[in-house]
């Protein structure tokens, strides 16, 4: 079983002088979420946490939307301090440059040669940043990608499993479920009775066959607000900390793990509506219902809320909706339904999304070398 000491490396063979790696890493959408950290890992780290999930959560991994980075790296004089540049698109981006050195410095211990050189970090998005779309589970999985390139220039012994486990498990330490967005088109993070290999240190593909009715699975993402989030995912985090409901929901997504890998299993996508929706509702019930109270939803979120299901009993496709942290609205339908639910989304949705934005796109494989 793997724990955390199983990531700090032996002593590198050599060093590289200098050179580049890119890699592009998707974002994710949870099924069941992820929403409160271990309160025991908030006492004793920093205020990243340690990002151990209070539950299990599963998710499908995208396609479309994620982040482009780049990553060179010249062997520098020192070994003092941490030293990087940081760009996106295409320009310094210094209010990013705080979590990357909080990032750099919770993952040192698993990757020494960090301060033998100077960094420079160019990365871009192909969907907006802040907005609800998991921006910062696609940026932390592609930069921690690029590093286990690097290690494995340095260590040319490491096997893919370890690998894939690795990145997922540093991606984690930058932003919680970006340690769904390594590998696997259905990932589970966070131990789980049920699940053969689960951790609460990295992402684990799921490790039945999932039906053919999710193949190619759509998600159509509404941009229904696309500006930065009223409350960032750390500080919603926090509050399930004395939530009164926060026992009976962990309870709850273990419930509906084991369920939903039951219907990934056997295909039944009426009961895959129904999981998804009610988790999508419970993450936003857990927000309104925290001390501060918070309201992500906006008003457009409900009318499309309630088109999706007067759409679903009036056609009996199924097509559903799911939620993140914030206001924009996931539309999950089989691929063998695209045309009708499309048309629905250009006839009827589309005015409800900010300047009739919207962005198509279909379950993928997870973060990949460019």
């Known amino acids: 079983m793997a724990t955390e000491n199983s990531f700090v490396p032996s002593k590198y063979q050599h060093l590289l002088d200098s050179g580049s790696f890119s890699c592009s890493a998707p974002s ?61 698109e295409g320009q310094p981006k210094e209010d990013f440059k705080p979590k990357i050195q ?36 696609s ?37 919680g479920s970006a340690c769904r967005s390594i590998k696997g088109n259905v990932v589970i993070w966070g ?37 930065e989030k009223q409350v960032s995912s750390s500080v919603g985090h926090n509050l399930m900390h004395n939530h009164p409901f926060a026992t009976k929901r962990f309870e709850q997504a273990h419930q509906n793990l084991s369920s939903i890998k039951t219907v990934l299993e056997n295909g039944n996508l009426d009961q895959f509506i129904q999981i998804v929706e009610s988790e999508a509702l419970t993450l936003h019930a857990m927000m ?25 009993s009036d056609t009996k496709i199924p097509v559903c909706f799911t939620l993140d942290a914030g206001a924009n609205v996931h539309i999950l339908y089989p691929e063998n339904v695209s045309d009708a639910v499309l048309q629905f989304i250009k006839r009827e949705l589309v005015g409800y999304c900010q300047n009739g934005q919207y962005i198509c796109d279909v379950i993928g494989f997870g973060a990949e070398s460019l």
């Open 28 to 88: 994710n959408i949870a099924l069941v979420k992820y929403w409160g950290k271990k309160e025991n890992n908030l006492k004793t780290n920093n205020e990243l946490g340690d990002q151990i999930p209070a539950n299990p959560s599963i998710s499908f991994t995208l396609n479309h939307c994620k982040t482009i980075t780049k990553l060179s790296f010249a062997k520098k004089d020192n070994d003092n301090d941490f030293s990087f540049d940081l760009l996106f």
């Open 102 to 137: 909080k990032f750099f410095e919770r993952i040192e211990i698993y990757m020494p040669f960090l301060k033998n050189y100077h960094f420079t970090i160019d990365t871009n998005n192909t969907f907006p940043h802040s907005s609800g779309i998991a921006s910062s589970a």
């Open 139 to 175: 940026g932390m999985a592609a930069l921690a990608f690029n590093l286990m390139l690097l290690e494995q220039k340095l260590c040319p012994e490491i096997t893919e499993d370890f690998f894939y486990k690795k990145a997922s498990f540093l991606a984690r330490l930058g932003s």
């Open 191 to 227: 131990e789980h009775t049920e699940i053969e290999g689960s951790s609460d240190l990295f992402g684990v593909a799921l490790p039945t066959i999932v039906h053919a009715n999710f193949h190619r699975y759509q998600d159509t993402i509404l941009l229904v607000d696309k500006n």
């Open 288 to 312: 309104m219902t925290s001390m501060p109270y918070f309201i992500l939803m906006k008003p457009n979120t409900l009318e499309i809320i309630n088109a999706i299901w007067k759409f679903r």
